[in-house]
């Protein structure tokens, strides 16, 4: 569950920051090339908006596992949550985690580039 906590909002913040240059909102942009400058801006705050709050729900969810259970959270996927530990702990990654920071989870699917 940690894992998966700081991978979800991990997304979040980039779509946030980067979501005018993601192909998944491709058609969104082309939209907004129709609308006049004023409904361009309420529309990309708008954007800003829902994935605001999609990070404070997660937050709210996700705060018992962060916080209180973070022991329990952290044994649903040893490589990744081991890794998410040492980051909260201001540890540097071993030497193996060093020369592999590329981490295919299977719970996840997805890979995770780890710093």
């Known amino acids: 569950e940690c894992g998966r906590y700081?991978?979800?909002?991990?997304d979040l913040c980039?779509?946030?920051?980067?979501?005018?240059?993601?192909?998944?909102f491709a058609d969104f942009q082309n939209g907004l090339a129709d609308l006049?400058?004023?409904e361009q801006t309420k529309q990309?705050?708008?954007?800003?908006?829902?994935?605001?709050?999609?990070?404070?729900?997660l937050e709210k969810f996700f705060t018992v596992w962060?916080?209180?259970?973070?022991?329990?959270?952290?044994?649903?996927e040893a490589?990744?949550?081991?890794?998410?530990?040492q980051l909260l702990?201001?540890?540097l990654p071993t030497q193996a985690q060093q020369q592999s920071p590329i981490y295919h989870s299977v719970?996840?699917?997805?890979?995770?580039d780890t710093p």
């Open 44 to 57: 990309k705050e708008k954007v800003k908006l829902f994935f605001g709050i999609a990070i404070k729900m």
């Open 89 to 91: 702990n201001g540890q």
């Open 14 to 24: 980039n779509i946030i920051a980067n979501w005018n240059e993601m192909e998944v």
């Open 36 to 38: 006049l400058a004023e």
């Open 66 to 76: 962060v916080n209180d259970l973070l022991f329990l959270s952290l044994f649903s």
């Open 6 to 10: 700081f991978l979800i909002h991990a």
């Open 107 to 112: 719970i996840q699917k997805r890979t995770i």
């Open 79 to 85: 490589p990744t949550d081991q890794r998410v530990a």
